[in-house]
Each structure stands twice: as structure tokens, then as C-alpha cells.
């Protein structure tokens, strides 16, 4: 499965600690930045694929699962520290799922908005990867 955890710089204080992501952190450009909160625990997000769209999922606060599926495996990742990203790089299904009280996710994109770029049938989602095949 082609994914990445990233462990984000981490300045550790008495007073609190502090992560950040700037310079060459991520592998591609910071274009579009959003957050997901208020989600009710039995909600589900994503359900979808990106063509060139790259994607950075960090666990503000709170954890959720996220399901990667590329179209020959299925993997679940949980996400719970505000220093650990996941890169979700093209041509993946994602679902978020599983989500606690108070979860955030941060999601950092290599592109800002496109529809045309989204897959959201999984059967589509699997034709599309076995002609990248």
C-alpha cells in the first residue's frame, strides 16, 4: 500500500509543545488547506479517490481511522497525535471513519479545489486502476 506516516518536527516545552510544517516537509506544494470537526462519532467522510491530488491528514485533536483501499488492498491507519501526518498520495480511496469526540482533522492538499480531479464511485474508482495497470 502506497501511503506515508510523517513524523512532523516536534518543539517540546514546558508550556505546551509545538509543531510546524513549512519548507520542503511535505513532498509536494501546500495549495489548499481545510479541517473537518463536529463529525458525530458514526459519520463517515471521503469516499473518494483523487487523480493528481496529493494529501496530508493530521489528527488535530481526538482520533479517527482512515481506510485506504488501492484498488488490490485494503488498509486502516488510526490517527490520534497532532505530530503524525499521513500522506495520502494519488489514486487512493479514502474513507475517515470511527471518529471521537472532539476530533479534528487538518488536511493539508497539493491542489486547491477541483471536482473533475475526485472519484467518487468505488466501481469507477477500480476501472480507473486497473487501467493505470
Given at each position: 500500500?502506497?501511503?506515508?506516516?510523517?513524523?512532523?518536527?516536534?518543539?517540546?516545552?514546558?508550556?505546551?509543545?509545538?509543531?510546524?510544517?513549512?519548507?520542503?516537509?511535505?513532498?509536494?506544494?501546500?495549495?489548499?488547506?481545510?479541517?473537518?470537526?463536529?463529525?458525530?462519532s458514526n459519520a463517515h467522510r471521503g469516499g473518494h479517490?483523487?487523480?493528481?491530488?496529493?494529501?496530508?491528514?493530521?489528527?488535530?485533536?481526538?482520533?479517527?481511522?482512515?481506510?485506504?483501499?488501492?484498488?488490490?488492498?485494503?488498509?486502516?491507519?488510526?490517527?490520534?497525535?497532532?505530530?503524525?501526518?499521513?500522506?495520502?498520495?494519488?489514486?487512493?480511496w479514502r474513507e475517515l471513519e470511527n471518529f471521537s469526540?472532539?476530533?479534528?482533522?487538518?488536511?493539508?492538499?497539493?491542489?486547491?479545489?477541483?471536482?473533475?480531479?475526485?472519484?467518487?464511485?468505488?466501481?469507477?474508482?477500480?476501472?480507473?486502476?486497473?487501467?493505470?495497470?
Amino acid at each position: 500500500m502506497n501511503y506515508e506516516i510523517l513524523q512532523l518536527p516536534k518543539i517540546e516545552d514546558v508550556r505546551g509543545n509545538i509543531s510546524v510544517i513549512e519548507k520542503d516537509i511535505l513532498p509536494y506544494p501546500i495549495k489548499r488547506v481545510y479541517y473537518l470537526y463536529d463529525i458525530p462519532s458514526n459519520a463517515h467522510r471521503g469516499g473518494h479517490a483523487h487523480i493528481e491530488l496529493q494529501q496530508c491528514l493530521i489528527a488535530l485533536s481526538g482520533s479517527f481511522d482512515v481506510v485506504l483501499d488501492n484498488g488490490n488492498e485494503r488498509k486502516s491507519v488510526h490517527l490520534n497525535k497532532p505530530d503524525k501526518g499521513l500522506i495520502i498520495p494519488s489514486g487512493v480511496w479514502r474513507e475517515l471513519e470511527n471518529f471521537s469526540s472532539g476530533a479534528v482533522c487538518l488536511v493539508i492538499a497539493s491542489k486547491e479545489y477541483d471536482e473533475s480531479d475526485y472519484i467518487r464511485d468505488f466501481d469507477a474508482f477500480l476501472k480507473y486502476t486497473n487501467q493505470r495497470e
